[in-house]
């Protein structure tokens, strides 16, 4: 399913990433795939910039703006009716 589309911050370091498979067990939304040996992206759509990953991540290879950033601002802009704000500036990401 998706979330919104082309505006999650969801990465993988694939440099830092061990493939302990922790951000996996803890992504509720499955958007996280182990490549190789590695943990990847796999539905960046499907992200809702919860943090569950980047919090549980122990070598810090996951980052995420959890509750913060443009889904969170879609999603109130959605439910109050009005226009999208996440406090980014004009030309930011919402803009």
Do not use: H, W
Request: with cysteine; proline share 3%; net charge negative.
């Amino acid at each position: 399913m998706t979330y919104l589309k082309n505006i999650t911050t969801i990465s993988v370091n694939a440099e830092d990433c061990t493939g302990c498979g922790r951000c996996q067990e803890v992504c509720p939304r499955g958007v996280l795939v182990r490549e190789g040996k590695k943990v990847a992206v796999a539905d960046r759509d499907a992200c809702i910039e919860c943090g569950a990953c980047m919090r549980n991540c122990p070598y810090a290879a996951v980052t995420v703006e959890a509750g913060v950033g443009c889904a969170a601002a879609f999603i109130n802009g959605a439910l109050s009716g009005g226009e999208p704000n996440c406090g980014c500036g004009s030309g930011g990401c919402c803009g």
